[in-house]
């Protein structure tokens, strides 16, 4: 019962702040007009690397749609601010995981940004820009499970950024350090496939791609769902590290260089 519990209380807690949220949903949804009115400039008509120009603006927009599902999470889930409070002893000292607390409490704040901010943008764009929409339940499910797979992965990142303030005064840079290569590595703004081919295969060897590049290629029925399998590997991986990484924490409760 614990996990529907935190995952309310946080959805609720965000409803307190619906106008504000509102002003970044309309703020996103202009970002993403914008990054279509540049495609829309300097694409070409006749394809790109295999993408029609419709294409292309359609998989930025829905990039931009549900990047408040795939990367907007809580910066370091928290944690730093709860070792600078003091809080993280609290937390560390309750009958439940660590990783499982703040991890049920995220799906309730991702939920929150799916309702009201993924789906509003989402409908406007398919309004707007004729986004299309998959007729088979097959492709939203597999869309579904691939976007469930990137927010954990997000959130599992997030956690081990965040444990990181047990040994560090300051660990925001972790966090804009990923969030800068996720908007290079998981296909943001471009497909991979345009990136230079020593890039490509870096990014291929990390986590990225399943976090925005591979939903919305399955999304637009470019890509076959057994493709998000990789990244069901990478949650498994991310979910031992997360585990792990508690471990150690439990033996290193650091309070303000306390």
Not at 145 to 157: E, R
Not at 198 to 220: C, D, E, G, N, V
Request: charge should be positive; glycine fraction near 6%.
């Amino acid at each position: 019962m614990l996990f529907p519990v935190l995952m309310k209380k946080a959805f609720a807690r965000n409803l307190q702040y619906r106008l504000s949220h509102a002003v970044n949903t309309v703020a996103s949804i202009v970002f993403g007009l914008i990054y279509v009115s540049i495609w829309q400039g300097i694409g070409q008509q006749d394809g790109m690397h295999g993408y029609s120009l419709q294409t292309v603006i359609h998989y930025v927009a829905l990039n931009q749609a549900t990047l408040w599902v795939t990367l907007f999470v809580t910066n370091g889930l928290g944690i730093e601010r709860s070792v600078r409070t003091g809080q993280i002893a609290t937390d560390l000292m309750r009958p439940v995981h660590l990783f499982y607390q703040l991890m049920c409490r995220e799906w309730g704040q991702i939920g929150y940004q799916l309702l009201y901010k993924t789906i509003p943008i989402y409908l406007i764009y398919i309004w707007m820009l004729s986004l299309p929409v998959p007729h088979s339940i097959g492709t939203w499910l597999a869309f579904a499970t691939a976007l469930a797979l990137a927010a954990f992965m997000n959130i599992c990142v997030n956690y081990l950024i965040g444990v990181t303030a047990l040994w560090t005064t300051e660990s925001n840079w972790l966090f804009w350090v990923h969030n800068s290569i996720s908007s290079v590595l998981s296909g943001f703004l471009i497909p991979i496939e345009w990136l230079p081919q020593w890039l490509q295969r870096i990014a291929y060897l990390t986590p990225y791609p399943y976090m925005q590049y591979i939903p919305s290629k399955i999304y637009l029925g470019l890509a076959s769902p057994s493709e998000m399998y990789g990244g069901l590997l990478w949650c498994v991986l991310f979910t031992a590290l997360c585990l792990a990484a508690t471990a150690v924490v439990r033996n290193k409760v650091e309070v303000q260089g306390g």
